[in-house]
């Protein structure tokens, strides 16, 4: 959600408190934030790079883990941003992030602040279908869409999530894309062409997609993103 809240927040084990929708321009200011309860505790914020935050106008207790699941909804910019805002004691650990693997990022504690440095933004992984028309990690369906060298599709790991996808109209092969497994990518983009993806499989997590351009996307697969 959006606004203020007069009180404090607790976000307690396995929940997470997510500003707007995580990826566009929403922030949240609290009278106090706890997140956790014990040391083995682990929950997340969602939250959208240099566009939302969250706000604490009192003290920020952190137990246990806090993943900071930072999207975007289209790319990465390198730099610090702003994730927390904070008064009282200095926070110096209990942030771990969630980025796609190509990105290079980690969490600076700083007194008032909890912040993003990206320091690589890393590539694109760009469909070409010239393999075959499954999504997987092993086919070479995939190259670098700066680099333009041939690579596979890297998921996440420890509730990160995988490469930032595009599929655009520079495909050489196959636009019926077949899932037959559940994936996380870091966002989804459909550019310019008819594409349709259809199996078992399904894109999960909290990512977004985005078609954008002329062409078709037909989607036959039951997927669980938010």
């Known amino acids: 959600g959006t606004g203020s809240l007069a009180g404090g927040v607790t976000v307690q084990n396995g929940g997470t408190l997510m500003p707007g929708d995580g990826l566009t321009t929403a922030s949240v200011s609290v009278a106090s934030l706890t997140l956790g309860a014990t040391g083995s505790d682990f929950q997340s914020i969602k939250l959208a790079q240099g566009l939302g935050s969250v706000a604490v106008i009192e003290s920020l207790t952190a137990n246990g883990a806090t993943l900071l699941d930072v999207d975007t909804a289209t790319s990465y910019t390198t730099g610090l941003s702003t994730l927390i805002t904070y008064t009282g004691p200095t926070v110096t650990s209990g942030f771990v992030l969630a980025m796609p693997p190509r990105v290079v990022a980690d969490v600076v504690y700083n007194s008032g602040s ?3 440095n990206v320091t690589n933004i890393g590539d694109t992984a760009k469909w070409t279908g010239s393999a075959s028309g499954v999504w997987d990690t092993a086919a070479g369906n ?7 060298t041939p690579t596979t599709y890297l998921p996440g790991s420890g509730g990160s999530p995988g490469d930032i996808v595009l599929f655009d109209n520079s495909l050489v092969g196959n636009p019926a894309i077949i899932l037959n497994t559940v994936v996380s990518p870091g966002n989804v983009t459909f550019d310019n ?3 349709s993806l259809s199996g078992i499989g399904s894109i999960a997590g909290t990512t977004g ?3 954008s351009g002329t062409g078709t996307l037909t989607l036959n ?4 993103f938010t």
Do not use: E, M, P, S
Request: no cysteine; charged share 15%.
């Open 209 to 211: 997609l985005t078609k």
């Open 114 to 116: 909890i912040d993003l």
């Open 142 to 148: 995939w190259q670098l869409a700066t680099a333009g």
């Open 221 to 224: 697969t039951a997927n669980t």
């Open 193 to 195: 062409a008819d594409y």
